[in-house]
């Protein structure tokens, strides 16, 4: 669940992006500026990464602030699920990433599942959109949703890409070390059951 030091550095962050956004008075723009330093401030105390470093990836960017949407493509095969190893943490994951600008969630599920595991696919169900928060993930600065979508394979042949190391299909019982900044076990359950029952009900927060 969300950690409070954390929530509360991100609520700080996103009022002081909008109003730095939309402000036009000097002194506001100021004072909106000391909160941003301050929502850098509980970070670096919690975390203790570099302040430029955080200041570069948290607080960096303009206008109202929004969630982040992280899009993940949910692949069987033979009552195997396709994985892709990270090179960032060389753990275990779906194939995907942050949503592109001109790309709709199923295009960009299809991309980053070829460019991660060299599969050609289709998207051709939505099976969850969950808020990150809510889930067994490790403390992240973004406020991130995301979307869970099944694809079928079309074509192509495992491959690893420039982000990953190797590619493979688990059984539910036979999951490796998983990345959980990018999917939980019980999410991967979750997936399961909705495989075998297509019926059930998807994942919604």
């Known amino acids: 669940m969300q950690l409070k030091w954390l929530e509360w ?4 962050q996103a009022i002081s992006q909008a109003g730095l956004a939309y402000s036009k008075d000097i002194y506001d723009l100021d004072r909106f500026e000391q909160l941003r330093a301050l929502s850098i401030e509980i970070l670096n ?7 430029g470093k955080i200041r570069e990836l948290f607080a960096s960017e303009s206008g109202y602030a929004t969630p982040k949407v992280d899009i993940r493509a949910v692949v069987f ?4 699920i396709l994985l892709v190893k990270e090179r960032l943490d060389d753990s275990w994951a779906l194939p995907g990433g942050w ?4 790309l709709s969630p199923k295009e960009v599920a ?11 696919v289709r998207a051709v ?9 809510f889930h067994d993930h490790p403390p992240s600065p973004w406020h991130v949703y995301k979307i869970f979508i099944q694809c079928e394979i079309t074509g192509g042949q495992a491959l690893a890409g420039m982000e990953t190391l190797d590619v493979g299909f688990f059984g539910e019982q036979e999951l490796p070390e998983l990345s959980t900044e990018r999917n939980t076990e019980k999410q991967l359950r979750k997936l399961f059951e909705l495989y075998r ?7 919604f927060d």
């Open 9 to 12: 550095a991100k609520q700080i």
């Open 45 to 51: 105390e919690y975390t203790g990464v570099e302040s």
């Open 77 to 80: 095969r033979n009552d195997r």
């Open 99 to 102: 949503a592109d600008i001109g």
């Open 110 to 120: 299809v991309k980053e599942t070829l460019e991660e595991s060299g599969y050609e």
């Open 125 to 133: 169900r939505l099976l969850g959109m969950v808020d990150k928060k």
């Open 197 to 203: 029952e297509p019926s059930g009900e998807i994942m």
